[in-house]
């Protein structure tokens, strides 16, 4: 069949509900976010229309630094923590029995599409006093008495990680299962030693996956809004749960709309580079 | 090396299960406590999100929203999928992108830009907008799925109808619906589960009104635990994981992962 350009009015036709969809229901709205990121903000969780830049301003608050600072910086940490386990894994899983695969695949989406609140709720649970992890030490020896390890700064990394980990298989997982398997092979008939053949030929050709890769599980990571809250202290808040706090609960809308357009720039910015790292030819 | 690679792959598989088996260990406790090991033995807390109205209405709610959402969801990509695979006309990416927008970005930034659409039209609280928020949000899924499946389907088939004299309602019913149909019940799956376990666009498009079950887990964690949090979590992780494994059985779930990042 000759793909053809559209002729007639009617050859538009199935594009018109899509297209109506995603303008009335996404375009919209963001642009009324943007637009309520100006407005002035009225006593009682009200707003009203007006061009102030009043809501940025408030960015260069050094609270505002401070949360922004350390949003990132838990971002880049669980990011690191999913590739560095997550490449090796995705390797040997890409090298798996189909059978096995399927298996690990189904297992990782069903954790990938678990609630935020359920991981929440079962990261609590295993880190209590009375039914966690440390019951376990006390059992081995380990420890004298069980204790909670919430709220923590290592409580929510943990969390984020585990919540982060299945996706970031699933990004790797194509590229690796691309990857020649000459490669490596070749490398071992040379003599290197598996680990030696992973790290002298598997990472240095996938160089740029793993960039981009690390650059997506960051994006994942920022929009993380519920696992800081239910298992950490208010200093390990992230932008993610400062804006539902200010839209929901001070009923600052304005505010909540400008932090959540500059997160929006942040991570454009950063799908970018992704992009760009991906499309880089791999270095054989 | 073999040792080596079944320890990684277990250490890797007890991280992932670890909370897991906890949750599952509590929701079977007698009395209401989160003790683990369990103390006793029921299954109650299971019969409770049934039973008991709260949780079986979030559960309906729940149930409801990923069913429409998905559907609607669809019933955006589908045409979309078909057009962009169908027509030479390149600005109709621009759809494609708004399409896939809303999954790349961070979930709250959704969430709050149709909260304050729904704010703003007067409509917000209404359960029909969390439908629509939810289908928007996931029409991500269904899209990047077809538009997978439209590419495995041979131009030639199609040529073949429209030289027999088909129009393209015809050849849509006749020849690309049968071939495409594997893919569809992938994307709409895809987009339930996700749907059923969300949590920030339905909190801030109708978690004022209406409560979902993870916004009924979350208002519930407020003021303390209970193991019924523990069996719904459970009940869920097993409702994904029969969902994949149907699609793994009867679709190439290898191949759809494959290329469903590629498309990012």
Redesign the interface.
Known sequence: ??????QRLG??G??F???G???V??????A??IA?SFFQREQGGFYQPAFVLDNYARFLSLFFGRVLGFSLMLAIAVAIACVV?GI??TY?LSRSK?KI??LW???????L???????????S??F?R????T?LFVWLGLMTQPQALTPSFGAVMTAMT?QA??YTV??L???L??LDPTLTEAARTLGAS?VKAFFTVVVPALRNTILATLI?VF?FA??S??LPQ?LGRPQHWTL?VL??DQ??YQSN?PF??AM?VF??LV?LAL?GLALYAGRQKEAA | ?TAL?RL??FV?GL??A???I??A??SINEKQ????PPQGFSLSWYGEIFTNSEWRNALIASVTLAALSAALAL???L??A??L?????PW?NI?RL??V??F??????????????W??TGFYGQPWTAV??H??FF?TLPLVTLSLGFTAID??L??AA?TMGADDRTIFRTVVMPLILPYVVSGYAFAF??S?????VA??TV?FTMET???K??NA?RYG?TPT??S??VL??AI??VV??LV?RFGD??KL??????D?
């Open positions: 069949m000759r793909r053809e350009p559209p050859d538009y199935p594009l509900f899509p297209a969809m995603l303008t229901f996404f375009v919209v709205p963001f009324t976010m309520v386990i090796p894994f040997l189909r695969q399927i695949l189904v297992a990782l989406l069903s954790i599409s678990l609630s935020e609140v359920m991981i929440g709720f079962a990261w649970t295993l209590s009375t039914a966690g992890l019951n585990y980990f299945p699933l990004v997982y194509p590229a299962v691309r598996p997506m994006i920022l929009g809004y519920l239910l993610s804006i539902t839209a929901i809308m909540a709309a959540a997160l929006v991570t799908v | 090396m690679r990684f792959f890797v991280f992932l670890l909370p897991l906890v949750v260990g509590v406590t989160l003790a683990f019933l955006v990509a045409p979309l078909w057009f695979w169908r027509r030479v006309a109709a759809f708004l399409g927008a809303p790349t970005l961070p979930p709250v930034i959704t969430a709050l830009g149709l909260l304050t659409f704010a703003t629509i928020s289908a928007i029409v131009r030639s199609v040529e429209a589960v996700l059923l376990n969300e949590y920030i909190y801030m978690g079950l993870p916004i887990i979350f964690l635990y949090m523990a719904v979590t869920f992780l994904a994981a994949f494994g793994a779930l290898p992962l494959g290329a469903m990042a590629e990012k």
